[in-house]
């Protein structure tokens, strides 16, 4: 017997909030500093953070926050080996008061009644350290049953939708087009796209959260994929969240 699988992107999608966000630029600054001739690096924090919201407002081009992060601290001439670092230590903090993170409004009942009907899997470029407590803190950790870590999205969900739509159909569900919603489109997969951006191509089902989705997903799950894609804001709920 097929079963369904719903595979979930994590940041910006399953975990909200800046706090991860600030971690990183804090501890970019902190690692900056700490070298021989690094001086204080609050300047630099302050343009990570002004990155940071710049994003938000929607006043950058950048993939996500991170890249906004990333593409500032390079240019302040900060090398890729203390941006790697500062993510790695930034990680560590995930879930914790230093990098706090919510979910979309309800997601736990959410998927503990979606994990009735179809195999709940999460697929993340982050690595592992910190992740499953992030789960736990979240309120989710019981619904998932499966996570895959340092996936190289976009071109390492085309070793993970493959086995996936082999067991069953198959819906991915993340905030950015590239990474988390083409390639499951190029293997035959659903797709749904959390986001109020204009996507590279045609989503299943769009939302401007995670939450105004939620009626979808479980009738996918349940009733099975429509024929043709449906427009934005079709859920239950359009209040944003995040």
Known sequence: MQRRTVLFDFDGTLALGRGPLEAYAACLDEIVSEEPGGGAGSELLAHCQDAITRFDAGETVFRDAYDAIR???????????????????????????????????????????LAEHA????????????????????????????????????????RIIPGLLAQGPTLSVGDIWLNDLAPAERHGADTALVGVGEPDGEPTYRGATLTDLYDDILRWATAGAPSTPVPLGTGHDSERHD
């Open 119 to 158: 195999d709940c899997v999460l697929a993340t470029n982050a690595p592992e350290i910190g992740v499953h407590r992030a789960l736990a803190s979240l309120g989710i950790a019981d619904s998932i049953s499966l996570v895959y870590c340092d996936v190289g999205k976009p071109a390492g969900l085309d």
């Open 71 to 113: 593409h500032t601290a390079l240019a302040h001439g900060v090398t890729e080996a203390q941006l790697s670092a500062a993510y790695l230590r930034s990680r560590a903090l995930l879930a914790t008061e230093a990098a706090p993170i919510y979910g979309p409004e309800g997601l736990p009942d959410f998927l503990a009644n």
